[in-house]
């Protein structure tokens, strides 16, 4: 019988050192570091972003019920849902849309001059939409602080809201024309 004798093969073991482990680790958290200011940046703009599409959506909302109804209808800021808020001056604290027979930027509660339901009897103004407040983002404007109407025309007054993560940052801006018509723009820094 012919005995081969074999040769042992030596196996390096696999696996990191602790040395490659912190490099790794080290590599890791470098790139997180950039990675989290530009994520922030990212959460932010989207942010200021879904805020001024619903409010530019809410502005399309009370035009179109204006003119289908044939009556004012006004947006307004308000803490409770309900009522309008005149101490408010930013739109992200909440605000309300609804049918305003007087004219006067108020939702009123009891009997208007408009028949609402067409039953010969005055009614008070329909509350048509709710806006909770809007955290992280200031809706703010000089020229409809408390309150923005559209006639039954569809038109309104010329107006700017300024949509920024503050009062002093303007990241947007919605333009209404007095036609009417609502623009959104962005803002360069």
């Given at each position: 019988?012919?005995?081969?004798?074999?040769?042992?093969?030596?196996?390096?073991?696999?696996?990191?050192t602790?040395?490659?482990?912190?490099?790794?680790?080290?590599?890791?958290?470098?790139?997180?570091?950039?990675?989290?200011?530009s994520?922030?940046?990212?959460l932010?703009?989207?942010?200021?972003?879904?805020?001024?599409?619903?409010?530019?959506?809410t502005?399309?909302?009370?035009?179109?019920?204006?003119?289908k109804?044939?009556?004012?209808?006004?947006?307004?800021?308000?803490s409770?849902?309900?009522?309008?808020?005149?101490?408010?001056?930013?739109?992200s604290?909440?605000?309300?849309?609804?049918?305003?027979?007087?004219?006067?930027?108020?939702?009123t509660?009891?009997?208007?001059?408009?028949?609402?339901?067409?039953?010969?009897?005055?009614?008070?103004?329909?509350?048509?939409?709710?806006?909770?407040?809007?955290?992280?983002?200031?809706?703010?404007?000089?020229?409809?602080?408390?309150?923005?109407?559209y006639?039954?025309?569809?038109?309104?007054?010329?107006?700017?809201?300024?949509?920024?993560?503050?009062?002093a940052?303007?990241a947007?801006?919605?333009?209404?024309?007095?036609?009417?018509?609502?623009?959104?723009?962005?803002?360069?820094?």
């Amino acid at each position: 019988m012919d005995i081969t004798i074999m040769k042992a093969s030596i196996s390096k073991a696999s696996g990191f050192t602790l040395i490659e482990a912190l490099i790794t680790i080290s590599i890791v958290a470098i790139l997180a570091s950039i990675a989290v200011p530009s994520f922030s940046k990212m959460l932010e703009n989207n942010r200021i972003t879904a805020a001024s599409n619903d409010f530019l959506s809410t502005l399309m909302y009370a035009r179109s019920e204006a003119a289908k109804r044939s009556l004012s209808v006004s947006i307004c800021t308000s803490s409770d849902s309900v009522t309008c808020d005149t101490s408010l001056d930013d739109y992200s604290k909440g605000w309300i849309v609804f049918t305003d027979c007087g004219n006067d930027g108020s939702l009123t509660t009891s009997a208007t001059l408009c028949d609402l339901d067409g039953d010969g009897t005055n009614d008070p103004d329909l509350l048509l939409r709710v806006q909770a407040p809007i955290k992280g983002v200031s809706i703010s404007s000089a020229k409809a602080p408390d309150f923005f109407t559209y006639r039954f025309s569809g038109r309104s007054i010329n107006a700017g809201f300024n949509i920024g993560k503050d009062n002093a940052t303007t990241a947007k801006q919605i333009t209404v024309a007095i036609t009417g018509r609502a623009r959104l723009l962005s803002v360069d820094h």
